[in-house]
């Protein structure tokens, strides 16, 4: 039992940092947006750099994009901007789309982000692949105009 612990603590040690340089907070994805300020109707333009997770194993198989509000009161949401199928032999692996801000309620004082769900097939215990998900989220200010 004891001798795995330093393949264990190795295993960590390798995964926290791959060959290429990718940092964990990559795996799913980099995300941005631009502007980074929007209006109701604006049209912005999404990047979403794909590198690290395909070196990383997470290739995705969809990507969902929503506006995520947060406030002190209920907010109703998210929103979604886009849903894509991604091609896997998309090279160099950025997903890079327009869309046009929602009109929806939005209000001054909450504080809002994009989130991208990067949906991955991994192979399950028996082999067989099972999706899963993780996000990636970069904030953007929406100016309610009031
Ligand atoms: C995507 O990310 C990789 C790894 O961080 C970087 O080397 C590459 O320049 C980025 N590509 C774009 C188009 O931003």
Redesign the pocket.
Known sequence: MFSLLPIAALAILASTVSA???PEA?RFG?LSVSPTTLSPGETFTV?A?L??AVQLGDTPTFLDYYIDGTATHAISGPVQIARRTYDSSTS?P?DQFTAVLPNWFYFADATYSLRMDNSFAKPGPTGVSVITVGSISTAITIDVGN
């Open positions: 290429q340089g990718c990559a980099l990047t750099n590198t690290c160099p950025v």
